[in-house]
């Protein structure tokens, strides 16, 4: 980069150039490295043991590829694996496609309004997690819960429904929470991006003949991508690593279980297993490798279009 | 000059991250010694009365809140010289905290709890010290028999020290069981009922209420005594065996007990609660009994204030015991006490074993067993009558009618917490209208399988 913004600079001074650049990385790198590249060797390299609490040592013994064979017996993870699929599923389409609607709704407001809208959509993204998720608590309550109240007072219901506690409906009711919580960011980008679209190419458009959905398809849209790449990257990696809203309304019960809360269980709550650190961390070595492999989909989709 | 004033924000950033990282505390022990070398400290920093202590403790009757403890840790160390440093735990996650310092070798030097996790778990890994050296013969003669079994391990060792005991109950609504003609199937004078009242209880209760008046919660393991004391109590099955090395709730009486109580209609199987949920719910008058019950529940004004033993409206609570084809209950009891982490620094330990000595055997035995709110697992601590400390507290003495059906303390079983996860995930099952048989006997055979 030094060298292209300055072709002339000498060696001597690109050299300290440099080095002032990577001092300042430093202290990011640091961080980088000692809470997500170490962890992750050590993740990948305790998947391949027995590592557990009571052993000393980190590592335990080398046990080769038996815990990624046991995984795929384990009738919890295989469900779980199944949950956070359905969960990836339905919540990334459905928050991209629904951000992108509200967004082409709401850009062209004026700047107040807009200013309105994007913090409607964005209050559940900046308040906290464990607030939002007890509000819901509340509203989905089996005995008192607004739901239940609203449902009978209409008439639509006999008995209350037990949101949380049954295994039609609670992993929905996640996936809804999971959804409000997900849409502010992706609204705040493509109204962003939809404001940078360059006018000059949807006035040729129309001027060409082109139809609204042709302006939006042919020329709005794919100088989005971007955009929308990284909302869907960012929407798939968070769905994928749905923690917060299990632990905190069902503890991976009435089939919410998934593959996050059980890396968490296996590796905290059943300590009396021999080898659950390492059992965990196949989990989460095999949730990785999902992620990547559909991150990785995303982009070479992006890329073609 | 940009370059250099650069140069020095970097340095200067660099350097703050080494100095906030890299402060080690040189008074830590350091765990990976050997503890013979530890016992020599080369200068002590507090003369060899004093000292410090860590406690972690769980929320045990008031030994979980903060002003009640100090009271009594700041009478120990205005006794003995040594302080004690506090650390509170929650059920829902003091688990995974103590694990992890156990992981990062940062353990307390005392932990409260009881055999379950004392024993079971981390006595069981060699995380605590023995401490049969406490115990001569008198102690054991006042120490209740079952608590010092339970605080016993197979090999001998003995992992905690029992301060309390107390049993596990359910408790009804009082009134509200008036109301629908429910309350002449209650034994008020001995607290029990047979489980044929139960039955016809709940079913009065339902043609009353129309809607579910008890609720088999199974969202977590929080208050998991109470369901399955229930479960085992209607026909008298059974939750391991004697030796405590299965699970045996796989028992056809158990199955018995779940077929019936999936077909009451006042009966809900709730994945949605655990014991802590349902307890806010019958407070509230929803539900018009719990499973979830002990003493502290009794005594506790609840949130709305109203008082002891009454719900957030001032309906009357009346505890009871599970009901029992035979009508000799046989209760989950609890019982806790102190154990102390073997951290590998001899003076540390020997503080600790003066605390417990201090709290579970001397005069202040009373305050401490006071402070917990339960029951003084012994008769009496060195010459301190503890039979008749709580004859100035009516509730303490009503609930004492329950002490006689405790039963046996299974929870020191091997592969503990593996089971109960397989117990509430098989209640989650049954709920949501599995083949009964078939599910208790897949759970009751992953936890064993689990146990090894």
């Known amino acids: ?305 | 000059m940009k370059k250099l004033l650069a140069m020095v924000l970097a340095m200067t950033m660099v350097m703050a991250l080494v100095a906030c990282g890299g402060n080690k505390d040189s008074t830590t022990p350091a765990q990976d010694t050997p503890p013979a070398e530890n016992n020599a400290p080369e200068a002590p920093e507090t003369p060899a009365a004093g000292g410090e202590l860590t406690l972690w403790t769980y929320p045990i009757g008031n030994w979980g809140q903060e002003d009640k403890v100090k009271a009594i840790t700041d009478a120990f160390t205005a006794d003995t010289g040594i302080s004690v440093k506090v650390e509170y735990l929650a059920y829902a996650d003091g688990d995974d905290k103590v694990n992890s310092a156990i992981t990062a070798k940062s353990a307390p030097d005392l932990i409260m709890e009881g055999p379950e996790r004392l024993v079971t778990n981390w006595g069981d890994k060699g995380y605590l010290v023995d401490l049969s050296d406490m115990f001569d013969d008198t102690d054991k003669s006042e120490i209740n028999a079952a608590a010092m079994t339970a605080c016993t391990h197979s090999n001998g060792e003995v992992y905690e020290y029992p301060l309390v005991v107390t049993a596990h109950c359910m408790a009804v609504n009082l009134d509200a069981f008036k109301e629908a003609g429910a309350d002449q199937y209650l034994d008020m004078a001995t607290r029990t009922w047979s489980t044929d009242d139960f039955i016809k209880a709940v079913d009065a209760l339902y043609a009353h209420f129309n809607s579910p008046v008890g609720a088999v919660f199974c969202k977590g393991q929080g208050g998991d005594q109470g369901t399955r004391a229930l479960v085992n109590n209607m026909y008298g099955g059974t939750f391991t065996n004697a030796a405590h090395d299965q699970y045996t709730w796989d028992d056809p009486l158990n199955v018995k007990a779940l077929e019936q109580l999936k077909s009451m209609p006042g009966i809900t199987f709730d994945a949605s609660l655990e014991g802590g949920d349902e307890i806010k719910v019958f407070y509230q008058g929803i539900l018009k009994m719990a499973f979830c019950w002990n003493i502290a529940q009794q005594l506790n004004p609840n949130l709305a204030d109203t008082g002891a033993g009454l719900t957030a409206s001032g309906e009357e609570i009346a505890f009871m015991a599970f009901p029992s084809e035979s009508g000799a209950p046989q209760l989950c009891g609890g019982i806790w006490g102190f154990g102390i982490f073997d951290n590998g620094d001899q003076a540390r330990i020997d503080n600790a074993k003066t605390f417990i000595k201090w709290m579970c055997d001397s005069e202040h035995t009373v305050d401490a067993v006071k402070t917990a709110n339960y029951f003084a697992a012994r008769s009496s601590a060195e010459g301190t009558d503890l039979s008749a400390i709580w004859a100035d507290n009516d509730i303490m003495n009503d609930y004492q009618v329950l002490m006689p059906y405790l039963g046996d303390y299974y929870q020191v079983t091997k592969g503990w917490a593996g089971a109960r996860t397989e117990w509430w995930t098989m209640l989650q099952k049954v709920g949501e209208g599995a083949n009964i048989a078939e599910t208790v006997a897949t759970y009751a055979g992953n936890a064993n399988a689990a146990a090894g």
């Open chain 1, 1 to 305: 980069m030094a060298k292209q913004s300055h072709p002339t600079m000498s060696r001597a001074l690109q050299k300290r150039e440099n080095i002032t650049g990577y001092l300042f990385m430093l202290p990011s790198l640091i961080f980088f490295i000692g809470f997500v590249v170490i962890p992750m060797i050590i993740c990948i390299i305790t998947s391949l043991t027995d590592a557990n609490m009571h052993d000393q040592g980190m590592f335990g013994n080398f046990v080769g590829l038996s815990n990624f064979t046991k995984l795929t017996k384990d009738v919890d993870f295989l469900e779980a694996l199944k949950n956070t699929f359905i969960i990836v599923v339905v919540s990334v389409p459905t928050v991209c496609a629904f951000s992108l609607w509200v967004s082409s709704a709401i850009y062209k407001l004026s700047g107040p309004v807009l200013s309105a809208f994007r913090c409607i959509f964005y209050l559940p993204v900046v308040t906290g997690s464990v607030a939002v998720t007890v509000v819901w608590k509340w509203m989905y309550d089996n005995y008192t819960g607004i739901f239940n109240h609203v449902l009978k007072g209409a008439g639509l219901i006999e008995q209350n429904i037990n949101w949380l506690g049954d295994s039609k409906y609670a992993l929905w009711c996640i996936i809804l929470i999971l959804f409000t919580t997900s849409v502010g960011q992706p609204i705040v980008l493509y109204v962003s991006a939809l404001g940078n679209v360059d006018q000059t190419l949807i006035e040729a458009a129309e001027v060409d003949g082109a139809t609204s959905f042709q302006v939006f398809w042919k020329v709005k849209w794919a100088q989005m991508m971007p955009t929308t790449l990284y909302i869907l990257v960012i929407t798939t990696i968070n769905s994928f690593q749905c923690f917060a809203l299990i632990q905190l309304l069902t503890k991976g019960g009435a089939g919410t279980n998934t593959v996050m809360y059980d890396i968490y269980w296996t590796a905290f709550k059943l300590t009396e297993q021999a080898g659950h650190f390492g059992y965990a961390n196949a989990m989460g070595v095999v949730l990785a490798i999902f992620i990547g492999l559909l991150s990785a989909l995303q982009f070479k989709l992006a890329k073609e279009k």
